[in-house]
């Protein structure tokens, strides 16, 4: 009777921790997914966008912004690049 009865709780627990982990994986991939998502905004963010969302003290003290000066695309690109990375880094990684 034992047998039975410890084949029985055997297989339960082998279902249940099946269950237990396919379930673990959907929320880690929607997690990831909802992760994906997140970055790739902050990839499609530019400079002026940045500039609505922090404000200036936030900036590197090698950022300095003039309306004389004019930024390539080049260094545009770079510092979208580089802000994004920054707030990837603050939100996601701090907490």
């Known amino acids: 009777m034992s047998f039975y009865v410890g ?31 997140t970055i790739a905004a902050f990839a499609r963010m530019t400079v002026q966008d940045s500039r609505k969302i922090l404000p200036p003290e936030f900036y590197p003290s090698w950022v300095v912004f003039t309306q004389r000066q004019k930024l390539s695309s080049i260094y545009n690109s770079s510092f979208s690049l580089f802000l994004s990375l920054s707030f990837f880094f603050f939100f996601f990684l701090s907490s």
């Open 7 to 37: 084949l029985f709780l055997g297989i339960s627990f082998g279902i249940g921790l099946i269950f237990g982990f396919a379930r673990y994986e959907k929320i880690r991939s929607k997690r990831r997914s909802d992760l994906a998502t």
